[in-house]
């Protein structure tokens, strides 16, 4: 498993909220030795109330533990048994929540500005 194929992993388990938590929730590390995912939880502090659960609401209620862990274990597993299985269900995932994340903050109205004022 390379760098990119963890972010990837690790940001399409992350809940989506208004994409906050998708653009700034982790932060990634890698040496000779080891590579990691940190949570950035001085940027994005809701993220413990996601994992650990509320009173309110336990939807998102262990997506490090269940979710995250599961996936890269299961990645690691299906390398170590030689299956390379392509990852584009989590490629397909941050895609779709990146296009999202951008038509929320106006790139349509944007583009559609500069098409009608003949800029291109």
Request: glycine share 8%.
């Amino acid at each position: 498993m390379n760098l990119a194929e963890l972010r990837t992993i690790v940001t399409s388990d992350m809940p989506y909220d208004t994409g906050f938590m998708f653009l700034s929730g982790a932060r990634f590390i890698e040496n000779n030795h080891f590579m990691m995912a940190i949570y950035d939880i001085e940027r994005v502090p809701y993220i413990v109330y996601n994992e650990m659960g509320t009173i309110f609401s336990t939807k998102n209620q262990y997506f490090i533990r269940d979710k995250t862990i599961g996936d890269i274990n299961q990645r690691l597993l299906d390398e170590s048994f030689g299956i390379k299985k392509p990852i584009t269900r989590f490629e397909d995932t941050v895609k779709r929540r990146a296009s999202t994340n951008m038509i929320k903050k106006g790139a349509l109205e944007k583009i559609g500005g500069e098409i009608y004022a003949g800029n291109i």
